[in-house]
Each structure stands twice: as structure tokens, then as C-alpha cells.
């Protein structure tokens, strides 16, 4: 069992920047997968960003690309998503999950809202 608790949402300024945090209590944090999903208002969730367990490998949506960066630290059991140059399309509650390498078992969080003013 993974329990998975965001923070570092908030109201920010188009334009402006936002650090995410995704704190992990459980079982190995470096086996598992982690990803950042996004869900506006009215909308499907979709994919934001992904990190394999040693955080070499990053994977970005094209709408963050250049904007958003994905780490983690292992020692901390910490996912992070340093959100720059942020627009209003980017409002949406963000969720950390993490994938479990063995069994493929998906943990999600409760998720933090993001809230881009224009």
C-alpha cells in the first residue's frame, strides 16, 4: 500500500510559476512509476508528466513541454512538477500516481488545484 498526499497548489498569475509536491508513506518509493495526471472542470483527466524509478527517463504531454519539469527524490519519497511560464488552460486539479513495477497497480492522490488567473 502507497498513500500519496499533493501540496503546493494554489492561485498564481498567468505566467507565473508553481512547484508541486507529491509525498509518498508506504512500501519502496523507488519501484514505483511515478506520474502527474491534470483534470479541469468538465473535463477527462489527462496525462501531464511521468519518471521512471531513477528518475532518468521523463516523459511531458506536448501542452507542458518546455513549461513543466518532472523529478523526484527517493531519499525523501518526494515527487516533484516545477510548473513555469503557467497559463489559464493549465487550471485543473493535479493528481500524483504511482505505478508499481511489479504488479502494475496504479496508487492515486487526492490531488491539489492549480488556478491560473489571466
Known amino acids: 500500500q502507497v498513500q500519496l498526499v499533493e501540496s503546493g497548489g494554489g492561485l498564481v498569475q498567468a505566467g507565473g510559476s508553481l512547484r508541486l509536491s507529491c509525498a509518498a508513506s508506504?512500501?519502496?518509493?523507488?519501484?514505483?512509476?511515478m506520474s502527474w495526471f491534470r483534470q479541469a472542470p468538465g473535463k477527462e483527466r489527462e496525462f501531464v508528466a511521468a519518471?521512471?524509478?531513477?528518475?532518468?527517463?521523463?516523459y511531458y504531454a506536448d501542452s507542458v513541454k518546455g513549461r513543466f519539469t518532472i523529478s523526484r527524490d527517493n531519499a525523501k519519497n518526494t515527487m516533484y512538477l516545477q510548473m513555469n511560464s503557467l497559463k489559464p488552460e493549465d487550471t485543473a486539479v493535479y493528481v500524483c500516481a504511482a505505478a508499481d513495477s511489479n504488479t502494475g497497480y496504479v496508487y492515486w492522490g487526492q490531488g491539489t488545484q492549480v488556478t491560473v488567473s489571466s
Open positions: 519518471l521512471s524509478w531513477s528518475g532518468d527517463s521523463t
Open positions: 508506504g512500501r519502496t518509493f523507488s519501484r514505483y512509476r
